[in-house]
């Protein structure tokens, strides 16, 4: 058997193919801004969130090609909220994925466009691939229905607002779930559940679905949390100590480093709970819990 990572990249170069087919066409738009989408939607991401999508369409039965649409315009809206992370107004980094940050490349106009270029341009790559077959219809737009409420004010950006007013506040427990559960959380809960619903999941496989895609979620954060104290920058391809920069408050800081390194342990062994009430071959998202769990960057 292949190790993980080894399988994971190569669905990494896959998911890079895809998202370049997207590009494959002419655009009526001066292309600084077409240039300025691709640099930071190739600028070497993980793929995680369309990867878990077709992944969990997978192994419940469903054609993964079913799904692919979805799984772009995923990415795209993540690689779109990290531009305007970035922004001088949010976290005014100069870095990420090792290269400099789009502002600093295009400036901050063009950042801006850029991300709101892509958060649109997902809505129609997504909007473009709903199945004329009617037996598949209903489920891909189920999908792609969760996928917009997850990306809005119910779900990423609903996080990011909560992560700005955190700013220089020392916040409670029930603020700090509710931040990392919206802004990080939402949309690998959205890569699950999308490729469940085009999978045509059962309650019981949606319930399952669901505890596994929130605990990791919420560890992929406080790994992030973590690293961004442990970690170098180097390796992680971003700056450390942002949110300690920013005034923010984290697992760590809440709740100490220990104390969250168990919490990362409980997650992951919730999520492979989660999975085990699935009669499929969940083998690929096992994998993926203890990737996220267990990560170096």
């Given at each position: 058997m292949k190790p993980f990572k080894e399988t994971l990249l190569e669905k990494v170069k896959e998911t890079d193919h895809e998202l370049l087919a997207c590009f494959d066409r002419k655009f009526d738009t001066p292309d600084i801004i077409v240039s300025a989408m691709k640099y930071s939607l190739f600028a070497g991401g993980k793929r995680l969130r369309p990867i878990l999508m077709k992944e969990t369409c997978r192994c419940l039965g469903?054609?993964?090609?079913?799904?692919?649409?979805?799984?772009?315009?995923?990415?795209?809206?993540?690689?779109?909220?990290?531009?305007?992370?970035?922004?001088p107004a949010m976290d005014n980094d100069d870095l990420?994925?090792?290269?400099?940050?789009?502002?600093?490349?295009?400036?901050e106009n063009m950042a801006i466009l850029a991300g709101d270029a892509l958060l649109n341009y997902a809505m129609e790559t997504a909007i473009a691939g709903?199945?004329?077959?009617?037996?598949?219809?209903?489920?891909?737009?189920?999908?792609?229905?969760?996928?917009?409420?997850?990306?809005?004010?119910?779900?990423?950006?609903?996080?990011?607002?909560?992560?700005?007013?955190?700013?220089?506040?020392?916040i409670n427990e029930e603020k700090m779930y509710y931040i990392h559960a919206h802004k990080t959380g939402a949309l690998l809960k959205a890569a699950v559940l999308c490729?469940?619903?085009?999978?045509?999941?059962?309650?019981?496989?949606?319930?399952?679905?669901?505890?596994?895609?929130?605990?990791?979620?919420?560890?992929?954060?406080i790994v992030d949390d973590i690293l961004d104290v442990t970690g170098d920058e180097k390796t992680l391809g971003k700056p450390v100590g942002s949110d300690e920069k920013n005034h923010k408050s984290t697992f760590v800081s809440l709740y100490g480093m220990?104390?969250?390194?168990?919490?990362?342990?409980?997650?992951?062994?919730?999520?492979?709970?989660?999975?085990?009430?699935?009669?499929?071959?969940?083998?690929f998202l096992e994998d993926m819990a203890k990737y996220i769990c267990q990560r170096e960057n």
């Open positions: 469903g054609d993964s090609a079913d799904v692919k649409p979805l799984a772009c315009a995923i990415e795209m809206i993540h690689t779109y909220s990290l531009i305007h992370d970035d922004l990420r994925r090792g290269k400099p940050t789009n502002h600093k490349v295009y400036g709903i199945p004329v077959d009617p037996s598949k219809t209903f489920h891909y737009t189920r999908a792609l229905s969760y996928l917009a409420h997850s990306s809005g004010v119910n779900g990423m950006i609903g996080g990011q607002t909560g992560d700005i007013l955190s700013e220089n506040e020392a490729g469940g619903f085009v999978a045509k999941v059962t309650g019981e496989e949606r319930d399952a679905l669901e505890t596994y895609s929130e605990k990791i979620g919420l560890a992929f954060q220990a104390s969250s390194q168990e919490k990362i342990r409980e997650l992951e062994n919730g999520a492979l709970d989660a999975l085990a009430t699935i009669d499929h071959d969940t083998s």
